[in-house]
């Protein structure tokens, strides 16, 4: 039996919960000042006071002396593109000179430029870099991630996209929750008139083969003007609900389309992006228990406004906040910079976003019940701080204040 015994932390961040937390409830991190935490086998037994758990102190237990340090749940970044093959700097370059994204895209950039990129490399190229950026995200705290397809579109490649998120789950520490995106784009065999076509050949042709290999857990689809319309995304997602897959959105990223408001409507997990959800949508996914998944990261890249992170907090909301890493509009996998920029420019509190990337992020991923937070019978991830608050995330500007990582109850990263 492994045992670890985590003592004296400055503060041991519980984030406790076994559900999304809501409104108000996202500022209560449920914080034990001098806390320890006791894990067998990489699960938790025991949280307390420090004295409270000194008996654990024996010679078969590892201990890993906290003190000085803030130690919280391992982070979810629940939102996020991994596994994409080339890159698109001439891209970000045309947006300096001010071209658009919606016009870089109808010129043929965008998506489009990542699918043949990902479609010309081979498994084993996108699987090495795959684990690179996995190693740079483990950097930051974050234990599970989020990983879309999408950038095949066709059905061979966006199998090895899938393939490859199932098989990093063997070859690294970080869990990876697997979502097939394939209503990502439109191919350009289905443009002009053919979207419901390419919609019929996803639910008819792909999903029960995704299903039958267990190779994603989610199925997503990106709703926004000259991509999908609200009638498809009702349309997949209901299917996709049908045949037991759990359900996200790309949500009025671009204009306000109702993407927000069909995600209450379907009942997925989350919706994310959210820069211009109605008022209306943003009431509905509070009450329909929809999270509401921000992206401040690429709202700063594209220099958009931002989503009202405020407003969907106030109104009940469970919020949640991701990178969306990616190689066009997002290539960054700083989850701290996701959590500063959350905090300046959408208003929202530091202890809103700890939750918003524990107990929040798992639930968004619908692991809420086993990671998320420091709680007896979850998995034993954590995130020790080098610093002795939770306050020094956003205050330490760009950068990780992470100093040490463990994962089921074994180091994993160390500074």
Same mark, same amino acid.
């Given at each position: 039996?492994?045992?670890?015994?985590?003592?004296?932390?400055?503060?041991?961040? +519980?984030?406790?919960?076994? +559900?999304?937390?809501?409104?108000?409830?996202?500022?209560?991190?449920?914080?034990?000042?001098?806390?320890?935490?006791?894990?067998?086998?990489?699960?938790?037994?025991?949280? !307390?006071?420090?004295? &409270?758990?000194?008996?654990?102190?024996?010679?078969?237990?590892?201990?890993?002396?906290?003190?000085?340090?803030?130690?919280?749940? !391992?982070?979810?970044?629940?939102?996020?593109?991994?596994?994409?093959? !080339?890159?698109?700097?001439?891209?970000?370059?045309?947006?300096?000179?001010?071209? *658009?994204?919606?016009?870089?895209?109808?010129?043929?950039?965008?998506?489009?430029?990542?699918?043949?990129?990902?479609?010309?490399?081979?498994?084993?190229?996108?699987?090495?870099?795959? /684990?690179?950026?996995?190693?740079?995200?483990?950097?930051?705290?974050?234990?599970?991630?989020?990983?879309?397809?999408?950038?095949?579109?066709?059905?061979?490649?966006?199998?090895?996209? /899938?393939?490859?998120?199932?098989?990093?789950?063997?070859?690294?520490?970080?869990?990876?929750? *697997?979502?097939?995106?394939?209503?990502? *784009?439109?191919?350009?065999?289905?443009?002009?008139?053919?979207?419901?076509?390419?919609?019929?050949?996803?639910?008819?042709?792909?999903?029960?083969?995704?299903?039958?290999?267990?190779? =994603?857990?989610?199925?997503?689809?990106?709703?926004?003007?000259?991509?999908?319309?609200?009638?498809?995304?009702?349309?997949?997602?209901?299917?996709?609900?049908?045949?037991?897959?759990?359900?996200?959105?790309?949500?009025?990223?671009?204009?306000?389309?109702?993407?927000?408001?069909?995600?209450?409507?379907? !009942?997925?997990? *989350?919706?994310?992006?959210?820069?211009?959800?109605?008022?209306?949508?943003?009431?509905?996914?509070?009450?329909?228990? @929809?999270?509401?998944?921000?992206?401040?990261?690429?709202?700063?890249?594209?220099?958009?406004?931002?989503?009202?992170?405020?407003?969907?907090?106030?109104?009940?909301?469970?919020?949640?906040?991701?990178?969306?890493?990616?190689?066009?509009?997002?290539?960054?996998?700083?989850?701290?910079?996701?959590?500063?920029?959350?905090?300046?420019?959408?208003?929202?509190?530091?202890?809103?976003?700890?939750?918003?990337?524990?107990?929040?992020?798992? =639930?968004?991923?619908?692991?809420?019940?086993?990671?998320?937070?420091? &709680?007896?019978?979850?998995?034993?991830?954590?995130?020790? /701080?080098?610093?002795?608050?939770?306050?020094?995330?956003?205050?330490?500007?760009?950068?990780?204040? @992470?100093?040490?990582?463990?994962?089921?109850?074994?180091?994993?990263?160390?500074?």
């Amino acid at each position: 039996m492994k045992k670890l015994l985590i003592k004296n932390a400055s503060e041991l961040v +519980t984030c406790s919960g076994f +559900t999304a937390k809501k409104g108000k409830e996202m500022m209560d991190l449920h914080i034990i000042e001098n806390g320890a935490v006791y894990c067998e086998d990489g699960i938790i037994k025991e949280v !307390g006071k420090t004295n &409270d758990l000194l008996k654990y102190e024996t010679t078969d237990c590892e201990i890993f002396d906290a003190k000085g340090k803030a130690v919280l749940p !391992g982070f979810v970044d629940s939102h996020t593109h991994l596994t994409f093959g !080339g890159y698109r700097a001439d891209e970000f370059n045309w947006r300096l000179r001010g071209d *658009s994204y919606m016009s870089i895209m109808e010129r043929g950039g965008g998506i489009i430029n990542s699918v043949t990129s990902t479609h010309e490399a081979s498994e084993e190229e996108l699987t090495e870099i795959a /684990l690179k950026r996995l190693k740079s995200m483990l950097s930051y705290g974050v234990t599970t991630v989020e990983a879309k397809s999408g950038y095949g579109l066709d059905f061979d490649t966006e199998m090895k996209q /899938l393939h490859i998120n199932k098989k990093l789950n063997d070859l690294q520490p970080i869990d990876i929750v *697997s979502t097939y995106l394939g209503a990502h *784009s439109v191919p350009a065999q289905y443009k002009n008139g053919g979207e419901d076509k390419y919609i019929d050949y996803i639910i008819e042709k792909v999903m029960p083969v995704v299903k039958e290999e267990k190779l =994603a857990d989610f199925v997503d689809i990106f709703v926004e003007k000259n991509v999908f319309s609200v009638e498809h995304g009702r349309k997949l997602l209901n299917k996709a609900k049908e045949m037991g897959f759990k359900t996200k959105i790309h949500a009025d990223e671009m204009v306000s389309l109702g993407g927000s408001e069909l995600a209450a409507e379907v !009942g997925c997990t *989350s919706a994310d992006h959210l820069l211009h959800a109605s008022d209306k949508g943003i009431s509905d996914m509070a009450k329909a228990g @929809v999270i509401a998944t921000v992206l401040p990261c690429t709202a700063f890249n594209l220099k958009e406004d931002y989503a009202r992170g405020r407003k969907m907090i106030d109104e009940g909301c469970a919020l949640a906040i991701a990178t969306d890493f990616n190689p066009g509009s997002c290539f960054c996998e700083n989850l701290a910079l996701a959590f500063l920029l959350a905090c300046l420019y959408m208003d929202i509190r530091v202890e809103e976003a700890v939750t918003a990337i524990t107990i929040n992020g798992a =639930a968004a991923v619908g692991r809420e019940k086993t990671i998320g937070s420091i &709680d007896i019978g979850k998995q034993a991830d954590f995130a020790v /701080l080098e610093f002795p608050s939770y306050k020094y995330i956003p205050y330490h500007i760009g950068t990780s204040s @992470v100093e040490t990582v463990i994962k089921k109850g074994k180091i994993v990263f160390n500074r």
